[in-house]
């Protein structure tokens, strides 16, 4: 049995949001690339190429993320015959999570472009390729910053429940940290401050980014 | 790979299944039904000019949209008993998720009130509308109409969420299937299945959601 001071109770909860922070990055880019090629499929003419990508993107939206967690780590473990650690499996789920969304956003955002632009970009003779990387993708990465900044505010979040099947970060060393001084509710609170300091800025910057482009345009 | 699922495991104990649905849809309906209550007093809140009411109302929704449920709900089931207030697990899931869905819909509601114009209401006076005819026709269906959408994402959003009080073993489908996988050892079937029926549940609603949307805001395509 160990006594913890406050000092030391924070201390290691800040060394914990380290890999908060870490796992939350992997999602975000791997989701990312992810993502993008999802998209890309979503927005593509052919239905073959285009139905996959909606089945996976209701998939992961229609579940919940606990769930998804669950199945890479207990599921893909058993059917791979792969022993997935908490991390792998975190890093799997949280990506595949993401890319979900991300697709979904940027999707909106591609499709908001007016059809004028496709047609006009056509007329001057681009394939579809140019088209998209000449004309249409610039303007909707513009149109799509403020809700994919807003987007890893749910990443973040979405990390605490790695905890759940054993990714030490700030909640699960909270839960510990509790477990062993029998003080959730100063813990839990301290817990809950870090998450907003990492969350709040974010959420501030999707906002402003947000009138921004809304005066811009 | 020398692994043979079996979904018998599923058929088998499909009656804990069916139970684990209604225990969530009973807890998705009453903790929504309390958090649009409290998003609803929110809205009140963070439109009103006295600045008190103003502060607490961002102060709620910010904290609460920033930071993750898990660590929400632990702090009303862990946190709570150490100052002396304990919570069954259920009544911890209840709260936090009502608590939870409430901050998102504040935003939500907000919107709708502000989105209703002035110059609407005042058409409707010149036009000879009673108090009620106005209040029904211009302020409550088409600002309902426009939060409409809005509204039923995070209705969604929040019964997926329902799924993460498993964690401090309230009873509901995620529950279930933790039950089930620690007995039978039959991970990837459950959480297939589990999964599969959240997909099932989520359809559902939003087919439901979106009859209501044709029979009450159809005209709603029109107003803009």
Request: charged share 10%; aromatic share 14%.
């Amino acid at each position: 049995m160990q006594d913890f001071t406050l000092p030391q109770i924070f201390t290691n909860l800040l060394l914990a949001t380290r890999w908060t922070i870490v796992l939350s990055a992997i999602a975000f880019v791997g989701g990312g690339f992810v993502g993008f090629l999802v998209m890309l499929m979503r927005i593509s003419p052919n239905k073959f190429i285009r139905y996959p990508s909606m089945l996976y993107v209701e998939f992961f939206q229609g579940t919940p993320l606990l769930m998804q967690l669950f199945l890479t780590f207990f599921g893909l473990s058993v059917i791979l015959d792969w022993n997935l650690s908490p991390w792998t499996a975190a890093a799997i789920a949280l990506t595949t999570y993401s890319s979900a969304f991300l697709s979904d956003i940027w999707r909106g955002s591609v499709e908001a472009i007016p059809k004028g632009q496709w047609e006009a970009s056509t007329a001057l003779g681009l394939n579809y390729v140019r088209q998209l990387q000449r004309v249409i993708l610039p303007q909707a990465v513009k149109m799509s910053i403020p809700p994919t900044v807003g987007f890893a505010v749910q990443v973040i979040k979405g990390t605490s429940l790695a905890s759940v099947i054993g990714f030490v970060e700030l909640t699960r060393s909270a839960t510990a940290i509790s477990n062993v001084t029998f003080q959730p509710f100063l813990i839990f609170t301290i817990a809950a401050i870090i998450y907003f300091c990492l969350c709040f800025p974010l959420s501030l910057l999707s906002k402003r980014l947000e009138h921004q482009f809304a005066y811009r345009t | 790979m020398d692994y043979t699922l079996q979904f018998s495991v599923v058929w088998n104990n499909i009656g804990l299944f069916i139970q684990g649905v209604l225990l969530t849809l009973q807890l998705a309906i009453t903790s929504i039904s309390f958090g649009l209550i409290l998003g609803i007093l929110g809205a009140l809140g963070r439109t009103s000019d006295n600045r008190l009411f103003n502060g607490i109302s961002i102060a709620y929704v910010e904290f609460i949209r920033n930071t993750p449920f898990l660590i929400q709900l632990f702090f009303f089931f862990f946190g709570l008993p150490s100052i002396g207030l304990r919570l069954s697990p259920w009544q911890a899931a209840v709260i936090a998720l009502a608590i939870n869905f409430g901050a998102y819909s504040t935003e939500i509601v907000r919107a709708g009130i502000e989105g209703i114009r002035k110059g609407q209401i005042e058409a409707g006076l010149a036009l000879g509308f009673k108090k009620l005819q106005i209040f029904r026709h211009i302020v409550l269906i088409p600002a309902l109409g426009n939060i409409y959408p809005a509204l039923v994402s995070q209705i969604v959003i929040a019964i997926l969420f329902t799924s993460v009080v498993s964690q401090i073993s309230a009873e509901e489908l995620t529950f279930v299937g933790n039950y089930l996988q620690s007995r039978t050892f039959r991970s990837f079937e459950v959480y297939l299945a589990i999964a599969l029926i959240y997909v099932g549940i989520v359809w559902l609603i939003k087919a439901i959601a979106f009859l209501i949307q044709k029979r009450f805001f159809a005209f709603m395509q029109y107003t803009r």
